[in-house]
């Protein structure tokens, strides 16, 4: 249990004009598990980068299993039993589990051509009971859910007999169960011994799993701490560098009186009779396991699936066929998924925040392009987006800022509903409450807001209202003041 | 390392056009400047791959070495490049030639080039498929119709002015591919009430395509009696598709233009025979009719280059000889 | 459970969407010879079999390539250049027919080759890079043909490799046997050999599949090179059965062949595709073009007739997937 496996020290790494890691040191235990926090662009992506051979240090030294290492590739980081899981999962969505999991190291014949695809897939399903998960190997990845999906990825990364696994964000799509089988596998994992590295921005998961915490700020290393001794407070305040105020929400009936939205009866093949109302001025949190049908609610409303039911806006009904349709009634909608469905990575931020508005400045086909330049300057400064400039790719931009971009495209645009899928996910605790003080100060000037959230604080937090789904359907709807985490659960696993 | 490469392939590629370049600035050499006494004739014809253009190219320079003038020859790649051919003559315009030979690929295309020439004082002699227009003093060419016309007659010859006959052409657009069409089935029509055309296909003078088509026609008609292609590719088409449904003897194939395979199908007698224009003579009248207009000399309103029938018989005379290419 | 229900229908769909192709394929074949006495007679049907054998070999070579999420534009004329240097070899310097044929094929995996370390290397995308090798083909095979065609008339049995009959006393042209020998080649080297695995995992995701230790550059010079080697196969056919090397055609070809990959289900955004499904959808397009000629249909009106057939056949192709 003493044994060190991992000791980094000194690292320094920079990039073009920008200096990423500055003598920052880590070290790791046989059987333990660290976890590594910071706000987004803190450096743990590039040290854990340096660690698997994505990226080459700049300086200082890497010594693994009493060894100086240098791992130039991901595939010799591997073969070392360094491994990492990504939290945007590279998989092959037509490739098979098991097929995924041994790319790179099919079972051949001796001219190393043939493949041998029943020794895969029996390799596979050795694995499986070994770590006691249930996957059939022999189906598509593009068929699993996120979940599954994650597992796959684990599952690969421990059949390299890992000695050290880094989890980024391991758990930011699994839902309760799914997180506690993940539990189980990391509690076995430190029996056999593995050096775990562990990073998410879930306070109370580190809490219950993790050892020691190593906290990063700006590219540097802050401290580290025994899991044991510390509380979230002061993680916290190590990790941003200013104090932060968790605020009680104070709520306000009489702010909502119009109905801005209505929905009546709403039905496709994920949904069944789904009704509500959202007021103006209103958070209406949707609350929910994962598959529960919250963010086919958001999809059908914005008429991205098909679905029958009435939709009103401001009391009159209207017809949303396609995205479009929604748009132009003043529905925004910020999906879970904002690399696939929100931006457009390849093009500036000013592009990107102006692309649903470009009608609107637009006279005789040609744009005015000053005006735009102007109107998204000042909502990107509004929203504080982190960005060296307004024609910077988005793709450069970390995750928070990436999400703000696509609120103030759809703010630029004018929409007066918002519905936000995960608005925070993958966002660090600093930029978490911005995004928080910015739904809030959304609503206060009388935008309308749909909020699913995976993260019952969160929900609890933010939301003046909050509906329950379970299975596609609704299971119940709690006012602020009578909700907690136990009344939620209970509708969430209610059967309707 | 890898731009290192990349900058070594870009320079090799950069000094073999330079040195192809050469060779060609070195043809034109002569016009820009010390024999200033050679008349320089530019001839943008329809192709330059094919043996066909290459035998009017030979013609071409035959003539010039007679009259003593300088030519360059030059042509697109496929008959389908209008645009590369209006290139071209835009080029050769700027080159301030005495004369033009032409053959358009799109007459009309080509009418604000001719123009600005005719303006310029260049004469402009027509050649092959010639210019849809009144700017060219002259065409040399072959009379397509006449020769499909004659092709017709001794289809029916052949099959003692009765049966059903089909035709793969090359082109339905162009004036050839019209012409000797419409040449052969007028006269079929016209002259001949026993003889019946029973299809009309168009392969694009590509040898796959007037295979398969072919072999389509026969098996869709079993009782034909007999083939026209419009060209060399359609013939070949037709030559293979009878082999390889082992029908030889059994349809008459009569061809058109020349090349190796045609000249064996009809020392084999699988061919019957076919017309041949005179790509040499095009070449020849081209420039000497040039020649005549500079020398401010009369010239026919057109001039027929001839065609000849050729088969087993007639092969190995001179003047067939002449006219045919392998 | 309910993932073993939708496992199910995916498993039935992967073989649903070539029992479709085939269905069309079959019902193509009834509807013509209802149509036409002339069509359901062994000398056609074996016309049409010997029409897709070029077009089908250059078609299952650049299914790899498409399946990566690549395009193969440079088959056409590298196809007519392979066939070339096989008239080079065998008429011009004498070598021996087999020689001469490997040299083609060999011609053909060289092209593939330079198409995939533009592709890999030099990072050109694949459209401009297969661009530009079509037209150094093309400008190349007339170079070296002096621009006339090279015939093999002299050359003994070389006419016979396309159009000879290899099995004693039946009448089927070797070249329908090699179509189908490629086939089984193609299938067995995309479903059997870490070639074929890495061809889907490239197309899958390139990215994650560089991350997972794969020299993606190798492999995409590799699965290039291999569709180089049909395109060879296909230029020796071509000059088998015209018994000469035609130096300006091929043009166009390789259009021809990538529509006989996307009706058989080959998704041009990489990551899906089949062997089988390439092989079915040559088929369609020479039966399509056999039938209508057949039915004496004017010549405008066939490419129309296949144009809507490609339409038809992609839109099928994507109503299936969103109902899965």
Redesign the interface.
Known sequence: MTDKILEMKNIHKSFPGVKALTDVQLDLYRGEVLALIGENGAGKSTLMKILTG?YQKDRGSIVYKGKEVAPK???EA?ELGISIIHQEL??????TVA?NIF??R?P?DKL????KDKELNKKAEELFQQLNIHL?PK??IA?LTVAKQQMVEIAKALSFHAKILIMDEPTAALTDTEISTLFKIIHWLKREGVGIIYISHRMEELKQISDRIVVMRDGEYIDTLETASANIKQVVSLMVGRKLHIEQKATNPSRWKEIALEVNQLNNRYLKDVSFQLKKGEILGFAGLVGAGRTEVARAIFGADPSTGIIKIHGKTVSIKQPYDAVRHGIGYLSEDRKRFGLLLEQTVQENIAAPSLAHYTKFTFMHTKKIKKETQSYSNQLKVKTPSMNQLVKYLSGGNQQKVVIAKWLLKNCDILIFDEPTRGIDVGAKQEIYDLLESLAKQGKSIIMISSELPEVLRLSDRIIVMNEGRTTGELPQHDANQESIMELATKQA | MKMKSVLAIISLVLILAACANNTTEQKEEPNSGSSEEKPYIAIISKGFQHQFWQAVQSGAEKAAEEFQVEITFEGPESESQVDKQMEMLRTALDKKPNAIGFAALDSQAATPLLEEASEQDIPIIAFDSGVDSDIPITTASTDNYAAASLAAEKMAELMDEEGKVALVVHDQVSLTGTQRRDGFVETIEENYPNMEIVDIQYGGGDHLESTNLAKAILQANPDIAGIYGSNEGSAIGVVNAVKELGKEGEVTIIGFDSGKQQIDAIKDGVMAGAITQNPEGIGYETVKAAVEALDGKEVPESIDTGFFWYDQSNLEDKEIQAAIYE | MSTAVIKQKMRGSAALQQILAFASLVLLIIFFSLASDNFMQWSNIEGILLSTTVIGILALGTTFVIITGGIDLSIGTGMTLTSVMTGVFIVYLGLPILIGILGGIVMGALIGLISGFSVSILKIPPFIATLAMMMIAEGLSLIISGASPIYFSDIEGFHQIALGSIIPGVNLPNAILIFFLMVLIGWILLSKTIVGRYTFSIGSNEEATRLSGINVTKWKIIIYTIAGCFTGVAGVIMASRLDSAQPALGMGYELEAIAAVVIGGTSLSGGKGSLVGTMIGALIMSVLTNGLRIMSIPQEWQTVVIGFVILLAVYIDMLRKKNV
């Open positions: 994505i590739n991901t595939k591997q590279n998989l092959m969505q037509d490739l097929e790319i790179g099919e051949r190393q051509f043939f493949l059939d189906t598509k068929e």
